[in-house]
């Protein structure tokens, strides 16, 4: 079992920065695939971008080149870091870990891009 719990969500001008953390809890963190999925408002959940226990990373287009995900495994702890953000990357930020058939989500956190 893991629980995440998000946080460094809030409010930023467009152009701005964040660093959202996700802390993990549980044993093995360094096996799991670790993303990040945001939803807007009347929106679908959607992959942001993900880490595999590797280190490998993958980005959905829209934020490729502005935001990027890291982990540190020795604090059990996954960061996106985020910059240029835009008024369309508004959204509720989700943390969520996958090994095999085990998938946990953390409760969110909300980012919103306004001037």
């Known amino acids: 079992q893991v629980q995440l719990v998000e946080s460094g969500g809030g409010l930023v001008q467009p152009g701005g920065s964040l660093r959202l953390s996700c802390a993990a809890s549980g044993s093995f963190f360094s096996t799991y695939t670790m993303a990040w999925y945001r939803q807007a408002p009347g929106k679908q959940r959607e992959l942001v971008a993900y880490?595999?226990?590797?280190?490998?990373?993958n980005y959905a287009d829209s934020v490729k080149g502005r935001f990027t995900i890291s982990r540190d495994n020795a604090k059990n702890r996954v960061y996106l870091q985020m910059n240029n953000l835009k008024p369309e990357d508004t959204a509720v930020y989700y943390c969520?870990?996958?090994?095999?058939?085990?998938?946990?989500w953390g409760q969110g956190t909300q980012v919103t891009v306004s001037s």
């Open positions: 880490i595999s226990s590797g280190g490998s990373t």
């Open positions: 969520h870990a996958n090994r095999g058939l085990g998938n946990y």
